[in-house]
């Protein structure tokens, strides 16, 4: 009788052991990334996506951010993802443009007349179209998400018009059309990743940087920036990027648990940014940075005019027509 119980208890005890050992098994663990820190409307971004997914899979996946650039630069991080190193990223139109590049007509100056716009454009079809391009690269885009409407930055004057900004030494992102753009207003361009960017300011290797507010707060760049001018001279997106064979790989209702989570990413990303936004200028001015608001816009883009030509040769008048006139 005794051996007879010793026998179900090891019977019990072992499946108990293999019932375990395979929720262990099941139990999948990606990795993210962004280049900034956790209290920002990136980090809002990574954050949801990670709830949402656990929480929609009850657990078995299971999503490891890092933050403030500890697995690199937008760069690496994109091309981690595209190799399959990582599963996951998240960042700003920055690079992406080096691996997908149709993309990059949304980082022409002053193409959006405001986020409302921007977000009507990336949420409708021709967004769509856009994420549409990175899967041939060896990525899913999952959602637009955005870094914001860029300001520039630098400790050398106040910027009241395009001409103040004529040799500065500015960081820019790695964009192509960012440099080229940035190049017309007569700005010594400093292409960096911006891990970099804080140090670089300290020192006064650059003059000066361009940024949403979100960043700028989230960052502390007023600690190393004196001037600030809203320019808002681009509309800066972001996305959520996953690796295609990684996607791929998952079942039908994981695949659209991701792209829901995503979403909602997206709208916990920009309600950051629109909060950013509406305390932004008060706050930076508290913390003791000279504010410009008051810019002549038409005066930026006359400067630009030989750029903007350009800018037409290269992605078509009536593609930036679609995207100008859309509503």
Do not use: C
Request: glycine letters at 8%; hydrophobic letters at 40%.
């Amino acid at each position: 009788m005794k051996l007879s119980k010793l026998f179900i208890y090891m019977g019990i005890s072992f499946g108990f052991m293999v019932s375990a050992s395979t929720q262990a098994q099941a139990q999948i663990t990606m990795r993210n990334a962004i280049s900034v820190a956790e209290n920002s409307h990136a980090g809002e971004a990574v954050v949801t996506l990670a709830r949402e997914v656990e929480k929609r899979t009850n657990g078995r996946i299971v999503i490891k951010n890092f933050f403030s650039g500890s697995l690199g630069g937008e760069r690496e991080v994109m091309e981690a993802v595209q190799l399959g190193t990582q599963e996951l990223g998240h960042g700003s139109t920055g690079p992406v443009p080096n691996f997908v590049p149709e993309t990059a007509i949304l980082d022409v100056p002053f193409l959006f007349r405001d986020k409302a716009h921007a977000r009507a454009v990336l949420d409708g079809p021709i967004g769509q179209e856009l994420l549409a391009k990175f899967e041939p690269k060896g990525f899913k885009a999952l959602a637009w998400t955005e870094n914001g409407v860029r300001h520039m930055t630098n400790n050398k004057r106040s910027v009241n018009g395009p001409d103040d900004l004529k040799g500065l030494k500015m960081r820019t992102m790695e964009n192509p059309v960012h440099v080229a753009a940035y190049k017309g207003l007569g700005i010594v361009t400093t292409p960096m990743a911006f891990p970099e960017v804080f140090t670089a300011l300290q020192t006064g290797t650059i003059d000066g940087q361009e940024n949403p507010l979100s960043v700028i707060l989230a960052a502390n760049l007023d600690q190393v920036q004196k001037h600030i001018t809203l320019t808002g001279h681009v509309y800066s997106p972001s996305v959520f990027i996953m690796n295609k064979a990684v996607f791929d790989k998952l079942s039908k209702a994981d695949q659209q648990i991701f792209l829901d989570a995503a979403k909602e990413g997206a709208k916990a990303n920009r309600a950051r940014v629109d909060k950013d936004d509406a305390g932004g200028v008060a706050e930076l001015r508290k913390r003791g940075m000279n504010v410009v608001e008051n810019v002549d816009k038409t005066k930026f883009i006359a400067t630009m005019a030989t750029v903007n030509a350009e800018f037409e040769k290269k992605f078509g008048k009536a593609n930036l027509d679609r995207i100008r006139n859309f509503k």
